[in-house]
């Protein structure tokens, strides 16, 4: 079975930085890729950043270049989001995402992912 777990989240004032950590179990993710989503209150999910282990490539949300970096660490099998400069508008249910298929590029979206882990709570104050 197939399991990634969140952890990291919490409330941060805005200007603050958080560092989320994504663990997977069950596969791993090393042909594939890993994302990050968030979901805002009476919001559709979006892209974060995401990121293909097996050529190193990251893609980022417009909203999130050079503030969000994300890696990740084979052997461990997780991804990281290390979140800096954070503002109000970034608090949101962060999900870690899986993805089962390798692609060219980065996919963005939801359904190209395969495996989602439960989300965990950052929300930024201002």
């Known amino acids: 079975q197939v399991q990634l777990v969140e952890s990291g989240g919490g409330l941060v004032q805005a200007g603050g930085s958080l560092s989320l950590s994504c663990a997977a179990s069950?596969?791993?993710?090393?042909?594939?890729?890993m994302g990050w989503f968030r979901q805002a209150p009476g919001k559709e999910r979006e892209f974060v950043a995401g990121i293909g282990w097996g050529n190193g490539r990251t893609y980022y949300a417009d909203s999130n270049k050079g503030r969000f970096t994300i890696s990740g660490d084979n052997a461990k099998n997780t991804v990281y989001l290390q979140m800096n400069s954070l503002k109000p508008e970034d608090t949101a249910v962060y999900y870690c995402?899986?993805?089962?298929?390798?692609?060219?590029?980065?996919?963005?979206?939801?359904?190209?992912?395969?495996?989602w882990g439960q989300g965990t709570q950052v929300t930024v104050s201002s």
């Open positions: 069950g596969r791993t993710f090393s042909d594939s890729g």
């Open positions: 995402a899986g993805r089962s298929r390798a692609t060219i590029g980065v996919p963005s979206r939801p359904d190209d992912y395969d495996y």
